[in-house]
């Protein structure tokens, strides 16, 4: 048998959903775009040809796959022009979370409607005060005792997706776990609560998605809000942030794989000297080393899914935050190497590629920058001292 990186199946997965990718494409997007409006009928159909929820258990839905599948997913849709940034958010942390962790209940409410698209769940870390240090956060939920619910107040900030969502897993911490290091809690919160407000960000991000600013005012929650064990910390919240550093590399791989693609076609056919620009190798080179740099980051996240998928959380923690480095670098590259390839077409609108110029930088800020995973490699992976 020849030795292969990836099955067949998955092969196919990414047939398949390549295929779907080039029915809508950036066209689709563009145009969704322009109209203000979310990619709902990619989104539906996704959903009905089971491609959303892969990673979610068979028997609430799901594919019965892992982030594995749901990362060639969105790869795949992003390398066609379209991609769903809430793969990142709704099945990818939302839905592992609630698998993992949920209870029975918590399973039946909101993993078949993760799995078919129908219901859409948003995730909100961050804060306005504390960023990249989420041990500043301070949202926080008070226990009513004379009902048991969780009140819960705080801020937070650029949360995606939040008008197409349903509920908010919100990362917050109990009023007696206030101060010191984070103890985080996730609640489900529904966008329809009393006290919960949301402001979209005017964001220069030429995307479908947008960006919320969020208000949590005593916002009462039932018990059964909790997802998980209050004590169970930061082991739940990492069991979903690892798949979305895992999702965050295939949605950076996807787009500069759809840039690379488009530069290339450009750079065959340009002909201003004697031969096509493509011929030149100060065109040419940089665009093999974006394919390179694009392939490399492949192999990383394809390392950390499979990881996250045999188990292993902390061995994933860290090639998670080494994929979505390189993959957000490499995405970066690619669409700059692609927007200079096409001349003055590299910034019309016509050709599309200089508003991914911003789209790209996301996979370099979020959901942890480039920074914080150097600081991660260096003193989790190279033992040396910290300077914050
Ligand atoms: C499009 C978009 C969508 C997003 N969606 C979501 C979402 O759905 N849910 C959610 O919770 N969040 C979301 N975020 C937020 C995102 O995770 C944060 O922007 C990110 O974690 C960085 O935090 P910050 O913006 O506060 O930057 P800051 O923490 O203020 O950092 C600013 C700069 O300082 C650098 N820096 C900070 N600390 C250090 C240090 N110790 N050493 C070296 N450099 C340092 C950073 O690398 C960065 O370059 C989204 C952001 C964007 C842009």
């Given at each position: 048998m020849t030795p292969q990186i990836e099955s067949d199946e998955h092969k196919a997965l990414r047939a398949a959903v390549a295929a779907l990718g080039a029915k809508y494409g950036r066209t689709y997007i563009t145009r969704t775009i322009a109209e203000g409006r979310p990619p709902t009928e990619l989104w539906q159909e996704a959903g009905k040809l089971g491609y959303?929820?892969?990673?979610?258990p068979e028997e609430h839905g799901?594919?019965?796959?892992?982030i594995t599948e749901l990362s060639i997913v969105l790869e795949e849709l992003g390398a066609a022009g379209?991609?769903?940034?809430m793969l990142v958010v709704s099945p990818a942390i939302c839905g592992t979370v609630i698998s993992r962790f949920g209870t029975e209940e918590q399973k039946r409410a909101w993993l078949p409607g993760l799995s078919d698209g129908t219901r859409l769940m948003a995730f909100g870390i961050t804060e306005p005060d504390a960023g990249s240090n989420s041990?500043?956060?301070?949202t926080t939920a008070r226990r009513?005792?004379?009902?048991?619910d969780w009140l819960l107040t705080g801020r937070k900030v650029f949360i995606s997706g939040v008008d197409l969502a349903d509920a908010v897993l919100i990362v917050g911490r109990t009023e007696d776990a206030r101060t010191g290091r984070l103890k985080p809690c996730l609640f489900i919160v529904?966008?329809?609560?009393?006290g919960f407000r949301k402001r979209p960000i005017d964001m220069e991000l030429n995307a479908a998605e947008k960006q919320f600013e969020l208000t949590l005012d005593d916002v009462r929650l039932p018990?059964?809000?909790?997802?998980?064990?209050?004590?169970?910390?930061l082991l739940q919240l990492f069991a979903g942030l690892n798949p979305e550093r895992v999702m965050t590399a295939a949605f950076a791989i996807g787009m500069g794989r759809y840039a690379l693609s488009k530069a290339i076609e450009y750079a065959r056919d340009r002909?201003?000297?004697?031969?096509?620009?493509?011929?030149h190798q100060a065109i040419a080179h940089p665009l093999a080393q974006a394919h390179i740099d694009l392939e490399l980051a492949r192999l990383m996240m394809q390392k950390a899914a499979h990881l996250y998928d045999a188990g292993d959380d902390v061995g994933a923690g860290e090639a998670a935050n080494m994929a979505k480095y390189a993959a957000g670098e490499a995405c970066v590259r690619a669409v700059d190497q692609a927007v200079h390839t096409l001349g003055g077409n590299g910034l019309t609108r016509e050709f599309g590629l200089a508003s991914l110029i911003t789209a790209a930088r996301v996979a370099r800020i979020a959901p942890v920058s480039r920074e914080m995973i150097l600081n991660y490699v260096s003193h989790q992976t190279l033992g040396l001292p910290k300077s914050y």
């Amino acid at each position: 048998m020849t030795p292969q990186i990836e099955s067949d199946e998955h092969k196919a997965l990414r047939a398949a959903v390549a295929a779907l990718g080039a029915k809508y494409g950036r066209t689709y997007i563009t145009r969704t775009i322009a109209e203000g409006r979310p990619p709902t009928e990619l989104w539906q159909e996704a959903g009905k040809l089971g491609y959303l929820g892969v990673n979610l258990p068979e028997e609430h839905g799901g594919g019965g796959g892992g982030i594995t599948e749901l990362s060639i997913v969105l790869e795949e849709l992003g390398a066609a022009g379209s991609p769903l940034l809430m793969l990142v958010v709704s099945p990818a942390i939302c839905g592992t979370v609630i698998s993992r962790f949920g209870t029975e209940e918590q399973k039946r409410a909101w993993l078949p409607g993760l799995s078919d698209g129908t219901r859409l769940m948003a995730f909100g870390i961050t804060e306005p005060d504390a960023g990249s240090n989420s041990h500043r956060i301070t949202t926080t939920a008070r226990r009513d005792p004379a009902s048991g619910d969780w009140l819960l107040t705080g801020r937070k900030v650029f949360i995606s997706g939040v008008d197409l969502a349903d509920a908010v897993l919100i990362v917050g911490r109990t009023e007696d776990a206030r101060t010191g290091r984070l103890k985080p809690c996730l609640f489900i919160v529904p966008t329809d609560a009393e006290g919960f407000r949301k402001r979209p960000i005017d964001m220069e991000l030429n995307a479908a998605e947008k960006q919320f600013e969020l208000t949590l005012d005593d916002v009462r929650l039932p018990a059964d809000a909790l997802v998980g064990d209050e004590d169970a910390g930061l082991l739940q919240l990492f069991a979903g942030l690892n798949p979305e550093r895992v999702m965050t590399a295939a949605f950076a791989i996807g787009m500069g794989r759809y840039a690379l693609s488009k530069a290339i076609e450009y750079a065959r056919d340009r002909t201003v000297w004697k031969a096509p620009i493509g011929a030149h190798q100060a065109i040419a080179h940089p665009l093999a080393q974006a394919h390179i740099d694009l392939e490399l980051a492949r192999l990383m996240m394809q390392k950390a899914a499979h990881l996250y998928d045999a188990g292993d959380d902390v061995g994933a923690g860290e090639a998670a935050n080494m994929a979505k480095y390189a993959a957000g670098e490499a995405c970066v590259r690619a669409v700059d190497q692609a927007v200079h390839t096409l001349g003055g077409n590299g910034l019309t609108r016509e050709f599309g590629l200089a508003s991914l110029i911003t789209a790209a930088r996301v996979a370099r800020i979020a959901p942890v920058s480039r920074e914080m995973i150097l600081n991660y490699v260096s003193h989790q992976t190279l033992g040396l001292p910290k300077s914050y």
